[in-house]
């Protein structure tokens, strides 16, 4: 399998270059601003999205093309609205429509998230394919709004190749051991210097009464490879499974599995973009129903060494 990964060292690109690379018959190349950090690939391409245009005839003979590019998914960094917009929803419809223009017959995989749902008081709805890139509640931020955009267009996209695009939920992954400011490794990072006995400042966390969809990182880029190796049909697939908690369900759990006390004091000191959105879940049965599949983890699994 000849496999193009365009994006270098984000979250999604790194751990599924990782996942492909060296398996046998498979040939991996990267297109990114950045030379990949920490990991290997077959190929790589120093690519400008924002001022290159991909040579399409070329990136056209691979098998299988993933678009893991963006901009804005980290609450905690501050991106700006035109970088969000352009990344997420100018650069791939550019993409898939010089595919088009080629006549690409490979796969095109790219991904929306669950932020794409919008402000909601809904107490544990899960959300089909339509409910998030057709729906009409308001929106918490940009990042929000641009990935709605790309997934309203790759609902209705057609072309003679496949298309799968992945609305993904809250992913925690091995990676999140290591230090980092989204929720996960920012916890973490808190309970392995208090087990250290460092001295450390109390945490700082929203309220917490957010719920959420939580999978592994590792379970989702399974799924996008069954999907692959099975070639479903074409269209917009809500990855469901996991764990459906509160934000601080998941920080108490957390602080369970390194026996550390959780203390009231720590939440309510902090206001998230995104505190308006009750429920954030996603319907996976109609991937389910193609693929018989779909992530099981628990936090327990993958934190509790």
Same mark, same amino acid.
């Given at each position: =399998? ?6 270098? $060292?984000?979250?999604?690109?790194? @751990?599924?270059?990782?996942? !492909? ?5 498979? $040939?991996? @190349?990267?297109? *990114?601003?950045? &030379? ?10 120093? &690519? ?8 399409? +005839? ?15 998914? /980290? ?8 970088? =969000? ?68 267009? =790759? ?15 809250? =992913? !925690? ?6 230090? *980092? ?23 700082? !966390?929203?309220?917490?009464?957010? &719920?959420? /969809? ?8 399974? &799924? ?19 764990? !459906? ?13 390194? $026996? ?28 389910? +129903? ?16």
């Amino acid at each position: =399998m000849n496999i193009a990964i365009i994006g270098a $060292n984000g979250m999604l690109s790194v @751990a599924l270059t990782k996942y !492909f690379y060296g398996r046998p018959d498979t $040939n991996v @190349a990267v297109y *990114g601003l950045d &030379t990949p950090h920490g990991y290997t690939c077959n190929e790589f391409y120093a &690519t400008n999205l924002l001022k290159q245009k991909l040579d399409y +005839e070329s990136i056209a003979q691979r098998d299988v093309i993933i678009y893991a590019s963006g901009a804005g998914v /980290q609450a905690a960094l501050s991106t700006d609205p035109g970088l =969000m917009y352009a990344l997420n929803v100018t650069v791939p419809i550019d993409i898939t429509l010089g595919l088009k223009k080629t006549g690409y017959k490979g796969v095109f995989v790219s991904f929306g998230s669950y932020m794409e749902i919008g402000i909601n008081d809904e107490d544990g709805k899960s959300f089909d394919e339509d409910d998030v890139v057709c729906s009409q509640l308001p929106v918490s931020n940009d990042y929000a709004l641009s990935k709605r955009l790309y997934g309203r267009y =790759m609902r209705d996209f057609k072309a003679d190749f496949a298309v799968y695009h992945f609305i993904l939920p809250n =992913m !925690f992954s091995e990676d999140d051991l290591k230090p *980092g400011t989204r929720l996960v490794p920012y916890t973490l990072k808190y309970l392995q210097d208090y087990i250290s006995g460092k001295a450390i400042d109390a945490p700082k !966390f929203s309220a917490g009464t957010q &719920t959420r /969809q939580f999978i592994t990182l590792e379970e989702m880029i399974q &799924t996008v490879d069954k999907a692959l190796q099975k070639r479903i049909p074409s269209g917009l697939y809500c990855v469901g499974g996991g764990e !459906f908690l509160s934000i601080r369900s998941l920080i108490e759990r957390l602080f369970a599995i390194y $026996n550390v006390p959780c203390k009231d004091e720590y939440f309510g000191q902090s206001v998230r973009r995104d505190g308006d959105i009750k429920s954030l879940r996603l319907n996976g049965s109609k991937l389910n +129903e193609v693929l018989g599949y779909q992530p099981n983890k628990t936090i327990e699994d993958i934190f509790k060494k």
